[in-house]
């Protein structure tokens, strides 16, 4: 869900990043940061419960109902800090899920659009197959506004049980998981916005409009600074609560509208000239100035979710639990709730619908030929993760709130349908990876890590002698620039090793780069001439010019005979040398460029000169590889 692994930057294969390097991509730190919160979430709601239902409980809800209010001159905002907290500090929430979605939508796993297909439709069955359920058991009256409830993903408490109760190594799993929920997401918010919404007020709704167009006007001008955003975000936030829209549809499209992209090698070259500038030279305006280039590298949108992920992960949504998840279950409660059709239409909602709806959906999706499920992704691990899909948590306590918001008892049972929804889809979830392990052998739910065509010195391009100690492999793209720096760090290597090392070059030209397959098919037909390397070397050196009239020119500085060069150019079988290479990239599990492989085993994590000499070495010694 990409172009730039921290220590590790690539070209992606559409967009998409190896999710199972060791270098914190945005999208892996975002899974790791949800997933480490999830026990949080469980410890605060235990706390919440038991509360409600101590002998403090009075204080519990006189907390709740402690009136804060904030005023600036004659105007201010006066809330309780249950609404604070679910009209205030949860914008926060759903922002960083706009910008994470945003940001996949730009330079992520939603660019290759062929991959949305199956996660679509399953999204799609994940919602309206519960929410039939629920309105199956209530189909009329006030308890029918619930339906909205079944609806969401809470995607933290998700990622976190997936990781207690799922596969091992689950990695592409997670994956198509968290692009359903994108999704989810996008519809639950609409709803909250729009559907639980009370009454308008126009005048706000000018001002939010107005905010939104100023965002757009950034993203357009290219403003790489996040304090206008944020000003922004902020006026936005306080016109939607005063229009009577529910605030969170504010943090989702201020978060869809604040700029992704990946970075380029113009801003990259210019961060690390400044960053040499300030080690030659440490001062304060030099390091000032070396601050500004490396901000500029990274996109606001990054850097705003890397301020941000801790914060909601770690204390928002934590005390959102806190403040919705303490239900009082004596004198009766829980025994109305028990036999509530809003209970039960809640848990049949989430626990039946989101395993039904998204399991069905996306089988449904394969089998139309639509799309296909994520590689190393099994039917089993499918169904478990759509049972675990029943955690609604988050979201369905907030549109609780709203939908029987005066209506105190049918929000206790509700909120019992929730809590006892997650821990019954927990439970279906454990019990159907089990039986996909031990009865059908879906094991692990990643990318193959070994390589799946053995070099062949026959076939494959080789520096250095065939029967060296050691093997480099990369799979590269002529005109991916990350691929030229891997390169010369490539040529460290060697230099290092000398001949206890070789080094054999894979092709993997990307879609996002349009010259690049015509450029390797020009490396193998001066391969055709004996001329493969030197080629190599000059589609690197000039990787913005790679015209076909480019490429005869390197062919004339080289001395090959060009018209022959052109002949093989139109050669079938040299572009289905090129598929062999790709087809051996797909089926090792290779996403990006430049990857690499040391010996048979795909390398995770940074592919600097350091750390490449360092995974050999360790593979020399037959250590395992730390990355």
């Not at 304090?227 to 989702?252: D, N, R």
């Not at 440490?282 to 979710?305: C, H």
């Not at 005979?561 to 050669?571: M, T, Y």
Request: hydrophobic fraction near 50%.
């Amino acid at each position: 869900m990409s172009g730039l692994d921290t220590g590790a930057t690539r070209c992606g294969a559409g967009g998409t990043d190896d999710f199972e390097r060791q270098a914190p991509s945005p999208l892996r730190a975002f899974i790791s940061t949800e997933a480490g919160s999830a026990g949080l979430l469980v410890a605060v709601s235990l706390l919440a419960l038991a509360w409600a239902n101590s002998p403090w409980s009075d204080s519990y809800v006189d907390l709740w109902h402690t009136v804060v209010s904030v005023s600036v001159g004659s105007g201010g905002i006066s809330l309780d800090l249950h609404h604070w907290i679910n009209d205030g500090v949860m914008v926060l929430f759903f922002f960083v899920i706009g910008l994470e979605v945003r940001r996949e939508l730009a330079v992520g796993e939603l660019t290759d659009r062929r991959r949305v297909v199956v996660p679509l439709v399953a999204g799609i069955g994940g919602m309206l197959v519960p929410a039939a359920l629920y309105l199956a058991l209530n189909p009329a009256g006030d308890a029918a506004r619930g339906w909205g409830i079944v609806i969401g993903t809470d995607t933290a408490f998700l990622l976190g049980v997936l990781a207690l109760v799922g596969p091992a190594v689950s990695t592409q799993l997670r994956i198509f998981l968290l692009t359903l929920t994108v999704i989810d997401d996008i519809v639950a918010v609409s709803v909250i916005g729009l559907v639980y919404s009370e009454s308008l007020a126009l005048r706000p709704l000018l001002v939010a409009a107005a905010c939104l167009v100023g965002l757009v006007v950034l993203d357009r001008v290219g403003q790489w600074r996040a304090w206008p955003y944020v000003v922004l975000v902020v006026v936005l936030w306080v016109a939607t609560l005063e229009s009577g829209l529910h605030a969170s549809i504010a943090g989702m499209v201020a978060g869809l509208l604040v700029p992704a992209e990946a970075p380029s090698r113009r801003l990259v070259e210019s961060a690390a000239v400044g960053f040499r500038a300030f080690r030659q030279s440490p001062m304060p305006d030099v390091q000032r100035a070396a601050r500004r280039t490396l901000n500029r590298a990274i996109s606001v949108n990054e850097r705003l979710q890397e301020v941000l992920h801790a914060p909601t992960s770690y204390v928002v949504v934590p005390l959102f639990a806190l403040a919705n998840a303490g239900v009082d279950l004596r004198d009766g409660v829980l025994g109305e709730a028990l036999t509530s059709a809003v209970t039960w239409g809640v848990v049949l909602g989430l626990v039946v619908g989101k395993l039904v709806g998204i399991g069905g959906g996306a089988l449904l999706a394969v089998r139309l030929g639509l799309g296909r499920l994520p590689q190393g992704v099994g039917t089993g691990h499918l169904m478990g993760g759509a049972a675990l899909s029943g955690i609604g948590f988050t979201v369905s306590l907030l549109i609780i709130g709203l939908a029987f918001a005066d209506d105190p008892a049918v929000q206790d049972q509700a909120t019992v349908g929730v809590l006892l929804a997650a821990v019954l889809a927990s439970v279906v979830g454990w019990l159907l990876f089990q039986v996909a392990a031990r009865m059908f052998g879906q094991h692990d739910a990643a990318l193959p890590t070994l390589l799946s065509e053995p070099v062949d010195p026959e076939v494959d391009h080789v520096r250095g002698p065939v029967d060296a100690e050691l093997t480099l492999v990369e799979y590269l793209d002529f005109e991916c620039p990350f691929c030229g720096r891997a390169t010369g760090m490539a040529r460290e290597v060697r230099a290092y090793f000398g001949d206890r090392l070789r080094y054999v070059a894979r092709h993997l030209p990307l879609a996002v780069h349009p010259h690049a397959e015509l450029a390797g098919v020009a490396a193998e037909a001066a391969d055709r001439q004996g001329r493969f390397w030197e080629m190599h070397d000059l589609l690197f050196q000039h990787q913005d010019e790679l015209e076909l009239a480019d490429l005869a020119g390197y062919a004339a500085d080289l001395g090959l005979d060009v018209e022959q060069f052109l002949r093989d150019l139109e050669d079938d079988r040299l572009a289905a040398r090129l598929q062999r290479d790709v087809a051996s990239a797909q089926a090792s599990g290779v996403r990006g460029t430049p990857t690499f492989f040391i010996g048979e085993r795909r390398h995770e994590g940074p592919h600097d000169a350091r750390t490449l000499i360092a995974a050999l070495e360790a593979s020399a010694a037959g250590r395992p590889v730390r990355t």
